[in-house]
C-alpha cells in the first residue's frame, strides 16, 4: 500500500507539472495572432491558432488544478523524463494543428512539421512559397520555444531545487548556478539577448525585418527553418552568411559555457574540450570540402570558402541553414557533412547529435589507451577533463555511459538508414538523410518532400524525437510507463 501510495502521488506531480507546461505552450502558441496587427488580411487564418491553443490551455488547466499536490513533491530524472515525454507528445500534436487548414497538409505531414520544429530539426515538407506570415512565424516561434526548452525551463524555474530533474531528463544537466530557478531564468536572458542582437544583425545585412526575426530564431535554435524555400542561398550575400555563422555557432554552445563567455571567463572556455573540438573539426573539414569538393563546382575563391566553411559549420551546429544546393556536390562532401552532422552540436545546448563532448570523451580515451599501451603496466594513466570550472577525472561510469548510448544511437541509425533505402532511396542519400533526422540537422539531399512515402516519414518523425530529446531517457521512460501502468492496472483489478 505504501508503493501505491507513493506512485500516485508521483504521477499527481506528474500530471500536474504537465499540466503547467502545456498552459505555457499555449501562450507561445497564441504570439502568432500578434502578428495580424501588421499582416490583418491573413484574419481568416486566426482560428487556426486560437483554437488549438484554448484547447490546449483548457486541457492544461485542468490537468494542473486537479491534480495539483498539497505538498512539494520532489521530482528525480526519472519523474522529469515522463514530464518532458508526454509533455512534448501532446505539445507536438496540438502544434500541427495550424499547418492543416492553412497549408493544407495531411495529418502526417503536419505532424511531421511539428515535430520538425519543436526539435529544432529543420527538415520541412512545407511549401514556404505560398505560406502565410502568420505560419512562417509560427513555424519559426516551435524552433526558438523547443530549442531553448522554454516549457521544461519554465517548469524547472517553478518546481523549485527538484526542477533538475525535469531540464536532466531533457539532457540539460549541467546548471549555470546551483539554484535551478536562477539558472532558468539565465538561460531565457542570453537566449533573449541573442536573439535581439541577431535580429538587429540581419537587418543591418539587408534583410526585412520580418525575415530577419524568423532567421535569428532559427539561427540560434539551430532549427534551420527559413521563410525562403531557397534558405540563406536566397540572399547570395556574404553580410548575411556572416551574421549567420555566429549565431549558428553560438546555438551551438553548452549554456554553461556561453555564461562563461558572458563573464569574460576565456580561460575556462578555452579549456572547454568541445571548444577545442571545435577548434579542430571546423578548419579541418571546411579546408577539405573547400579543396575536394567547393573549388571544382564555384566560380571564384569567395564563393568556393564561403560554402565550404558555411556548409561545414551548418552541418556540425546542427542548424541546417544552407546556402548552396547539393545536387551536383560529390561523396567527398556529402559524406563529410553526414560525419559533421551525426557528431552534432554541444552538450545542455539547441543542437543535436552524438554530442561534441561526447565525442571529444572517446578522443580522450583513445589516447589514454595508446598512452597505457606504451607505458610499463604498473604506471597509472589519468585522463583529466574539464567539465564547467572544474577539474575532473574519468572514472568507469562516465566511460560506460558514452559507449552505451553510442552503441545504441548507431543501433538505431543503421536500421533507420536501411529502412529509408527500402523505401527506394539511395544509400549516400539515406546515410545523409536519416543522419540529419537524428542529428536534428535539417539538411536535405531531396529524401524529404511532401511526397515522400509514409514509412520513410514516420521514420525521421521517431529519428527526429530520439535524437532531440535523448533517446536513452525516453526508452528508459518507455518502460517505466508501461510498468507503473501494470501495476497500477493489478490494483484496480484487485480492489485495492
Known amino acids: 500500500m505504501r508503493e501505491k501510495e507513493y506512485l500516485r502521488q508521483q504521477y499527481a506531480a506528474i500530471f500536474s507539472s504537465v499540466g503547467f507546461i502545456l498552459l505555457l505552450s499555449a501562450g507561445v502558441m497564441i504570439l502568432p495572432l500578434m502578428l495580424l496587427l501588421f499582416y490583418p488580411e491573413e484574419m481568416g487564418n486566426a482560428h487556426a491558432f486560437a483554437l488549438p491553443a484554448a484547447c490546449l490551455g483548457l486541457t492544461g488547466l485542468v490537468l494542473w488544478k486537479a491534480f495539483r499536490p498539497s505538498v ?138 520580418f525575415d530577419a526575426v524568423n532567421h535569428s530564431f532559427a539561427a540560434l535554435s539551430t532549427g534551420g527553418f527559413s521563410t525562403r524555400a531557397e534558405s540563406i542561398a536566397y540572399w547570395n550575400s556574404p553580410a548575411v552568411e556572416a551574421v549567420t555563422l555566429p549565431l549558428m555557432l553560438l546555438g551551438n554552445l553548452s549554456f554553461v559555457t556561453a555564461w562563461f563567455l558572458w563573464r569574460g571567463n576565456f580561460r575556462t572556455v578555452a579549456r572547454n574540450g568541445e571548444i577545442r573540438l571545435l577548434s579542430v573539426l571546423i578548419p579541418a573539414s571546411a579546408i577539405a570540402v573547400f579543396f575536394f569538393t567547393c573549388r571544382t563546382l564555384y566560380t571564384g575563391l569567395g564563393k568556393s570558402a564561403r560554402a565550404a566553411v558555411f556548409e561545414t559549420v551548418s552541418a556540425l551546429t546542427t542548424t541546417g541553414f544552407t546556402s548552396v544546393t547539393y545536387g551536383n556536390w560529390n561523396a567527398f562532401g556529402i559524406f563529410t557533412l553526414t560525419v559533421l552532422m551525426l557528431i552534432g552540436g554541444g552538450t545542455c545546448s539547441t543542437a543535436g547529435g552524438i554530442k561534441q563532448f561526447r565525442v571529444w570523451l572517446l578522443w580522450k580515451l583513445l589516447v589514454r589507451e595508446i598512452r597505457r599501451a606504451l607505458l610499463p603496466r604498473t604506471a597509472i594513466v589519468e585522463c583529466p577533463i574539464w567539465e564547467g570550472g572544474r577539474r575532473v577525472f574519468l572514472d568507469d561510469t562516465r566511460v560506460r555511459e558514452v559507449t552505451v548510448f553510442v552503441s545504441v544511437f548507431f543501433a538505431i541509425y543503421v536500421p533507420g538508414v536501411m529502412l529509408l533505402c527500402a523505401c527506394g532511396y539511395s544509400l549516400p542519400d539515406s546515410l545523409f538523410e536519416f543522419a540529419s533526422a537524428m542529428g536534428t540537422a535539417g539538411l536535405s539531399v531531396g529524401v524529404t518532400s511532401a511526397g515522400m512515402p509514409d514509412t520513410a516519414l514516420y521514420a525521421e518523425i521517431l529519428a527526429m524525437f530520439l535524437g532531440r530529446l535523448e533517446f536513452i531517457v525516453v526508452i528508459v521512460t518507455v518502460f517505466r510507463l508501461g510498468r507503473d501502468s501494470r501495476l497500477m492496472m493489478r490494483w484496480t483489478l484487485k480492489g485495492e
Not at 150 to 179: F, K, T, V, Y
Open 72 to 209: 512539494s513533491v520532489p521530482l528525480s530524472v526519472r519523474e522529469g523524463g515522463i514530464i518532458v515525454f508526454i509533455s512534448w507528445i501532446l505539445v507536438i500534436l496540438f502544434s500541427a494543428w495550424p499547418f492543416v487548414p492553412v497549408l493544407g497538409l495531411s495529418f502526417s505531414r503536419a505532424f511531421f512539421e511539428s515535430v520538425s520544429g519543436w526539435t529544432t530539426t529543420g527538415l520541412s515538407v512545407a511549401d514556404v512559397t505560398r505560406a502565410g506570415h502568420l505560419i512562417l512565424f509560427w513555424r519559426s516561434l516551435m524552433q526558438f520555444a523547443g530549442g531553448a526548452g522554454l516549457a521544461i525551463i519554465m517548469m524547472s524555474a517553478i518546481a523549485g531545487p527538484a526542477g533538475a530533474g525535469i531540464s536532466g531528463a531533457e539532457g540539460r544537466s549541467d546548471q549555470l548556478l546551483p539554484h535551478v530557478r536562477r539558472s532558468a531564468r539565465l538561460v531565457l536572458m542570453i537566449y533573449f539577448c541573442y536573439a535581439v542582437a541577431g535580429t538587429l544583425a540581419y537587418r543591418l545585412a539587408g534583410m526585412s525585418f
